[in-house]
């Protein structure tokens, strides 16, 4: 039984625009919320986290948003550029146990 | 290196046989972690080592997978007798391993593909 889900297979999104990607998660012991991108052929790479504590965190042009009632977090890039296009995976913990990864969406980012 | 290092990087195989595959963590890196991606899917959590030792190995899908982890450094996750299912990418991941699980610094993977 999946955990963590990521219900969007693939997003594509106009360069400039806004991409939204979405995750959704059943374990409400989970405190701690990652953003993980990975380009083919390469391993995942961090992206942005959120703790349970917040329910938004920034860096530059990606935003994370945590909503604890709906156990929904979703990920905001904005604006968006073709070097974004890549699998986004989210991942979750509770306290010191392995991430808990959805199946990833696919996201194009078209010039 | 700097990064989390894997090796193979890719591995043919004929079913039956058994693999090994190697991860070299971050210098200093006291946690390892061992996912797999099979095709179409998310990363599944395999094993997970603090130091050598291994507090949750709820992840390894049968008696045929095991993992290793000497000197607080390198790993070899083993696969016996594989088996077609098993052709997936496997990635290794390694952190600093304090407190509540952060950031994971990932390796490029090692894809098995088993005939």
């Known amino acids: 039984d999946q955990q963590v889900k990521q219900n969007s297979p693939s997003l594509s999104v106009q360069e400039g625009r806004i991409s939204i990607l979405n995750c959704d998660y059943t374990n409400s012991m989970f405190d701690y919320f990652l953003w993980y991108k990975k380009y083919p052929a390469e391993g995942p790479t961090f992206l942005i986290s959120i703790s349970s504590i917040k329910d938004k965190n920034e860096d530059g042009r990606f935003t994370v948003f945590l909503n604890k009632s709906a156990k929904h977090l979703s990920l905001h890039i904005v604006p968006s550029q073709p070097g974004d296009s890549a699998v986004y995976f989210c991942?979750?913990?509770?306290?010191?146990?392995?991430?808990?990864f959805g199946k990833g969406t696919r996201l194009s980012v078209i010039a | 290196g700097a990064g989390v290092s894997q090796s193979p990087s890719n591995k043919v195989t004929e079913k039956g046989k058994d693999v090994e595959l190697r991860c070299d963590p971050i210098s200093g890196h006291t946690a390892l972690y061992w996912y797999r991606q099979s095709l179409g899917q998310g990363l599944e959590f395999l094993i997970y080592?603090?130091?050598?030792?291994?507090?949750?190995k709820s992840g390894l899908p049968s008696d045929r997978f095991s993992a290793e982890r000497t000197g607080g450094s390198v790993s070899t996750l083993t696969i016996q007798r594989t088996q077609q299912e098993d052709s997936a990418v496997y990635l290794c991941a390694s952190s600093t391993g304090t407190g509540i699980t952060g950031e994971l610094f990932f390796g490029e993977g090692s894809r098995l593909t088993v005939l």
């Open positions: 991942a979750a913990s509770e306290g010191n146990t392995p991430l808990v």
């Open positions: 080592f603090q130091g050598n030792s291994a507090p949750d």
